[in-house]
C-alpha cells in the first residue's frame, strides 16, 4: 500500500520565476507516483508519472519531477511559472494495485 | 476525440430523486474507475471494473450507489435517492493497466 502527502495548501509565485509543488510518500514496496493538475470545474489531467528509472520524469507543459527516494519525495517543478499554470494540483500513488490515492491538492497560484 | 467522456457534465436535483451518470472510457482501456471529489479535497477511489467484472466497491459506495459496465464498454453510476451531501463532482478514468489513468472532465452533482 501507498500514501501520499502534499504539505502545502498553497503556492504562490511571480510568473517567470522557479515553481515547486511539493509531494512526500510513504510505500512498503516500489513507489509509484503521478502528478495531475486541474483547472477550474474540470476533471483531471495527467502530467508525469514515475514507475522506475531516472529520479527525473519529464512531464507534460514544461513541467518535471524529481523523485528522491532517501527524501521520500517526489515535488513538481517547473523552471519558469505561466500564469496559466494556476491551478489545483495533486500527488497521486496507488494504495493498492488498481486504484489511486491522492493528496488534498495543492493550489498554486502564478501572479503576472 | 479519444478522451474519457463524461455526461451529463453538471446535474442540478432535488434531494429524493434518483440520478445517473454515464462514462465512456477509451475504447482499448479494459480498466474503469469512479472516484467522487468534494470541494478542497482530492479524488477518493468509489468503485473500479475490469472488463464488465465491478472488482471492488469502497465503503463509500452506500447502498444508494449502484455502478454497472455492460459488455466492458461504457458505465453508469445511479444515485438513488439523492441527499445533500451526495452534492460533489464524480469522475470516471480508465486505463490499460495498473498505473494512474486517464481522467474525464466529471459530471458535477449538486442536490437541492
Known amino acids: 500500500a501507498q500514501s501520499v502527502a502534499q504539505p502545502e495548501d498553497q503556492v504562490n509565485v511571480a510568473e517567470g520565476n522557479p515553481l515547486t509543488v511539493k509531494c512526500t510518500y510513504s510505500v512498503s514496496g516500489n513507489p509509484y507516483l503521478f502528478w495531475y493538475v486541474q483547472y477550474p470545474n474540470r476533471g483531471l489531467q495527467f502530467l508525469l508519472k514515475y514507475i522506475t528509472g531516472d529520479n527525473l520524469v519529464k512531464g507534460s507543459y514544461g513541467f518535471e519531477a524529481e523523485f528522491n527516494k532517501s527524501q521520500t519525495s517526489f515535488h513538481l517543478k517547473k523552471p519558469s511559472a505561466l500564469v496559466s499554470d494556476s491551478a489545483l494540483y495533486f500527488c497521486?500513488?496507488?494504495?493498492?494495485?488498481?486504484?489511486?490515492?491522492f493528496g488534498a491538492g495543492t493550489t498554486v497560484t502564478v501572479r503576472a | 476525440d479519444t478522451g474519457v467522456s463524461q455526461d451529463p457534465r453538471h446535474k442540478i436535483t432535488k434531494r429524493g430523486q434518483n440520478v445517473t451518470f454515464r462514462c465512456d472510457p477509451i475504447s482499448e482501456h479494459n480498466r474503469l474507475y469512479w472516484y467522487r471529489q468534494t470541494l478542497g479535497q482530492g479524488p477518493e477511489f468509489l468503485t473500479y471494473f475490469q472488463n464488465e467484472a465491478q472488482l471492488e466497491k469502497s465503503r463509500l459506495l452506500s447502498d444508494r450507489f449502484s455502478a454497472e459496465r455492460p459488455k466492458g464498454s461504457f458505465s453508469t453510476l445511479e444515485i438513488q435517492r439523492t441527499e445533500q451531501g451526495d452534492s460533489a463532482m464524480y469522475l470516471c478514468?480508465?486505463?490499460?493497466?495498473?498505473?494512474?489513468?486517464?481522467f474525464g472532465p466529471g459530471t458535477r452533482l449538486t442536490v437541492l
Open positions: 497521486a500513488g496507488p494504495s493498492e494495485d488498481y486504484k489511486l490515492s
Open positions: 478514468a480508465s486505463s490499460s493497466d495498473y498505473f494512474g489513468g486517464v
